[in-house]
């Protein structure tokens, strides 16, 4: 019996390989072409969000939890323009067509302030979370502070 998952393995991992290798995947530019002509980017607007939210609260999360005697505010948000917003902006360039620039540029820069507010609003959940531990290492933790601060001014998150 062992012998026979065995051989089901191997099927599984040569059929695996040859998809990751073989002409199943389309490159980006095709995925993005195919978007644009089907007019299908409303479809992924919403899943798009989803992925980009996700995927900054976890790096919010993984590169400000428990680190106080730092100001991360400002480094969040290079990483949201450099990388989070370029990776947008090269997706938002392949699915709108370029005679659509105005469509493009305006969605841009609405996922823009909706991910800005988001970088914020997250950051600020996660201070007010470690608040207690924020507190019993003042003064260090100052510069955490000052972050929650700017946080709540942009979130209103303390009402």
Known sequence: DDDDDDDDEDVDDENGDEALNGSDQLPFEEFTSHIRTLGWFVLIEEPLSEILCRETERFIIKACRSEFETHLLKDMCHWLDNVALGWLRTILSGCIPASE??????????????LEFHVFETLCELRIKELFDIITEFPESCPAL???KDCLARTHEHR
Not at 101 to 114: L, N, S
């Open 101 to 114: 620039d105005t469509v493009q540029q305006g969605k841009f820069e609405e996922w823009k302030a909706r």
């Open 146 to 148: 000052e972050d929650l």
